[in-house]
């Protein structure tokens, strides 16, 4: 079984540029979740898809962040503009539906803002 | 306000010797507790799941228990290897419907030869 696929897996951009992360979920898995881990610490929620529809987004800086999940599959997930304090781990997960079923978590994508 | 709190926030230990981590919650009410295991790099992988009424459940050299009632969970690993140096983290999930995962802030665990 293919797992939750992200790209890229690294980069870096100077603060005020504009990011874009992609996660392709496992297939037939109707809830997608991005969260974003500082180092250190424990993942934190951006933004929960429920197939195409938001489920969560409160704790999204909506000033500079967006996140979209097309045809309720794979996800994308924006920064514009960057800042400094948004280096983290970006960690894209999938599951099959509701919060009693297990989270797959892809590898993550680390942004470095400098 | 739903918190997971775990301990120590780090531990160093020599192969082949057992530990184990501590998570304590205030989430409420309770659905699910999880252990996740976040090799550098990587995303996390599930461990364990385990509902109000289990208290114990294992996984190979890992084993979890789960106090409802003082709403404590403990990660047991037994007979350590250097491959279990990693990030441990416990989740919490609130009663299915509200879709709310509180992440705890893990423990580094470092396995010497």
């Known amino acids: 079984e293919a797992g939750v696929a992200q790209s890229p897996r690294y980069k870096i951009i100077e603060k005020r540029q504009s990011v874009a992360f992609w996660c392709n979920p496992i297939s037939g898995h109707a809830t997608l979740y991005w969260y974003q881990q500082i180092l250190g610490q424990g993942p934190k929620l951006l933004i929960q898809f429920q197939n195409n529809g938001v489920v969560d987004d409160s704790q999204l800086p909506k000033d500079r962040f967006s996140a979209e999940r097309l045809k309720g599959v794979d996800s994308t997930l924006k920064i514009q503009p960057a800042k400094l304090e948004d280096s983290a781990v970006y960690l894209c997960?999938?599951?099959?539906?509701?919060?009693?079923?297990?989270?797959?978590f892809g590898p993550g994508t680390r942004l470095t803002v400098t | 306000k739903n918190q997971v709190e775990q301990s120590p926030q780090s531990l160093i230990i020599l192969e082949g010797k057992n530990c184990t981590l501590q998570c304590n919650y205030t989430v409420s009410p309770f659905s699910n507790l999880r252990w996740y295991k976040q090799d550098t790099g990587r995303g996390p992988v599930s461990l364990t799941i385990?509902?109000?009424?289990?208290n114990t459940k294992s996984n190979g050299r890992y084993t979890a228990t789960l106090d409802a009632d003082t709403k404590q969970s403990s990660l047991h690993i037994t007979a350590s290897q250097l491959s279990d140096s990693a990030s441990y983290i416990c989740v919490v999930s609130a009663r299915p419907g509200t879709y709310k995962y509180i992440f705890g802030t893990g423990t580094r665990l470092k396995v010497l030869a």
């Open positions: 385990m509902t109000f009424s289990e």
């Open positions: 997960a999938s599951s099959l539906a509701g919060t009693s079923i297990r989270q797959y």
